[in-house]
């Protein structure tokens, strides 16, 4: 890997940890990956997020995966509820594998030939923390059978 991708990448991880310390949050730093892992609390159920520097694509990769696998009787259901919700989603989305179960919110942002600021690292983390805690609440409750998904496609997105 190119030595300024790698310098480039680093001074984007530093001004992600002082994004991240500017709302006063508590995280965990992995200074060898360039990536962060800290939880929010949500509404009803805590976040996980992860902020990765990915210095050779020069992305800034946020996941947030749920903290429920979907049971197997749900997972049709499912699927047609995280398409319904990620059409009408503008930035980032929700990557669901039916095999496991496993759902995750994604949002990356590039680097290449740019300069990252506080401002997008800030509008990343609101756009994931908001989506998350809008779905992550309806996702369980359909996995639990709490909701169906009819109920799901007819609530006001």
């Given amino acids: 890997m190119e030595d300024n991708k790698l310098q480039l990448a680093k001074q984007i991880y530093k001004t992600l940890c002082e994004a991240i310390e500017a709302r006063e949050w508590s995280f965990n730093k992995d200074e060898e990956r360039l990536a962060v892992y800290f939880e929010v609390n949500g509404e009803d159920i805590p976040i996980k997020l992860i902020l990765i520097v990915d210095a050779e694509r020069q992305l800034i990769r946020l996941l947030s995966p749920l903290p429920f696998d979907v049971a ?9 509820a995280v398409c319904a919700a990620n059409y009408g989603i503008s930035d980032g989305g929700f990557d669901y594998d039916i095999s ?41 409750a359909i996995n639990k059978g709490v909701m169906d998904i009819s109920q799901f496609l007819s609530k006001d997105k």
Avoid: P, W
């Fill in 100 to 140: 496991e179960g496993s759902i995750l919110f994604r949002l990356t942002s590039s680097f290449r030939n740019s300069v990252i600021g506080e401002g997008l690292l800030q509008y990343m983390l609101s756009c994931a923390c908001v989506l998350v805690d809008k779905y992550n609440d309806q996702f369980l």
């Fill in 72 to 80: 197997e009787d749900k997972r049709m259901d499912m699927a047609i």
